[in-house]
């Protein structure tokens, strides 16, 4: 059994998954913000010179296998491990190799990249698999929970490009390397420290008999059930893994989109939007808005870790230390980047810093969207798991879309312009928009279709979806500069605006199929 003590109506263990998976998103977001800016720097900058396409295929060759090694972190974890055991494992293999990066030679550059593969393989799919293990069958705060997971997922994310992203622009490539992997340390210490919270879920799997290897809740379903031909257990089952399957599909044109963000919406802020802040009261404006987005959302973190740390220290002290110390050190470095804008006469924002604006947004809309979901759960009503992602391939086609009509006035094949840096922030506000309805609501609906003897493998064939998307975001990234010359810029984006859109369609046409599917769950 897990601990009793709840925090805003979730249990404790909720909170320490989320703090745990927050620093391994800063360590992971941190260094995939750089990772193409040095590439393409010069070796007088610190870099290794590459091209464009070079550095988009290797970003997309990375992100696409951070993504595959999750099924098979997921099948040991399920058949040996058990999810805890993976956590830890996972955790130590990341931080070797963000230290490994750190040095910047072609060796441990690249020893570096196989370690977080590896680490990222075993740690993904089973620390989302806990979560799930947190409630009872049926309950209806999972995709409540899911959210406030995604919460801490993208908290690490906007705190690991904001501080990792100015160290490696404006310091060097090897301190926003080196602090993915000090951050990553602090993660693996805090949940080290608290496994005890979560009692049995997550241990070492035990042997199991023919008897029950169908879950207990399928049996109940289909013995209660009067047309017994038509919904036995394993009926039941293939059908809900069909739908998993088929959800996961579709993320792919999600993804091979948004995943644009670390590639070419990177280039595009870079080298065609104007970052330049030349007038007083630009340099003034960006000063407090900086103040603004970089404090709040410390804030509203800190308050979370003082409510948990009210209901554990007494019982993990060191978790509540470890994670307090790393808050110690995130409120110092932003209290220097602050204080670095206020004395500095001229600004210029940070190419990498606008991939934190999906992540300021999720911190700010996702505990709206996990009270919508749990309150249209109780009431019964709401769209169903295939409809939300269509809501979400519309809006990242919008999001596109936005990009796609900014980018219109650029030249034919132009290597440089300085368009307006509304159309960024207004094409990551409508991702983010997107990515609520789709990725913690599909880690839900991993959960709650996937039989518990392969739930560890379903998460990690659910990754296996983002294995395809990612190396797809980076081939077709690759292409920007070829499209851009044959075409234009405008028309490169607007390939995702359509794709996006096309895929939501068909999806809304499947809908009622996948919904007969799922044997009532929602």
Known sequence: MTSPKTLIGHPAGLFVLFFTEMWERFSYYGMRAILVLFLVSTASEGGFNWSRADALTLYGIYTGLVYLTPIFGGILADKFWGFRKAVVIGAGLMTAGHAAMAFETEFTFYLGLALLVLGNGAFKPNISSMVGQLYPEGSGKKDSAYTIFYMGINAGAFLGILICGYLGEQVGWSYGFGAAGIFMLFGLLQFQFAQKLFGSIGEKPQKSTEHDSLDAEIVQEAQIDLDPMDKTPAKIERDRLIVIGVLAFFTIFFWMAFEQAGGTMTVFAADYTDRSLDTDLAVNSFRWISFAFTIIPIVILSIVLFGLAKQ??????????????????????????????????????????????????????????????????????????????????????????????????????????????????????????????????????????????????????????????????????????????????????????????GAALILLILNKKLVRMMHGVN
């Open 312 to 501: 554990l220290f007494a019982q993990y002290p060191l978790t509540i230390i470890f994670t307090l110390l790393s808050f110690l050190i995130i409120w110092g470095v932003m209290v220097f980047i602050n204080k670095s804008n206020f004395e500095s006469d001229t600004l210029e924002v940070p190419a990498s810093w606008f991939s934190t604006l999906n992540s300021f947004f999720i911190i700010s809309l996702a505990p709206l969207f996990s009270k919508l979901w749990e309150r249209l759960a109780k009431n019964g009503g709401g769209p169903s798991g295939p409809v939300k992602f269509a809501i979400g391939l519309i809006l990242l086609g919008l999001g596109f879309g936005a990009l796609s009509f900014g980018a219109a006035p650029i030249e034919q094949g132009a290597q440089t312009a300085s368009v307006s840096m509304i159309w960024l922030c207004l094409a990551y506000f409508l991702h983010t928009l997107g990515e609520l309805c789709v990725s913690p609501v599909g880690l839900s609906f991993v959960n709650k279709l996937s039989p518990k003897r392969l739930l560890g493998m379903m998460f990690g064939i659910w990754f296996l979806a983002n294995f395809v998307a990612n190396t797809l975001a980076g081939i077709s990234g690759s292409f920007i500069d070829r499209i851009s010359e044959a075409s234009s810029l405008s028309g490169f984006f607007s390939i995702f605006l359509f794709s996006s859109i």
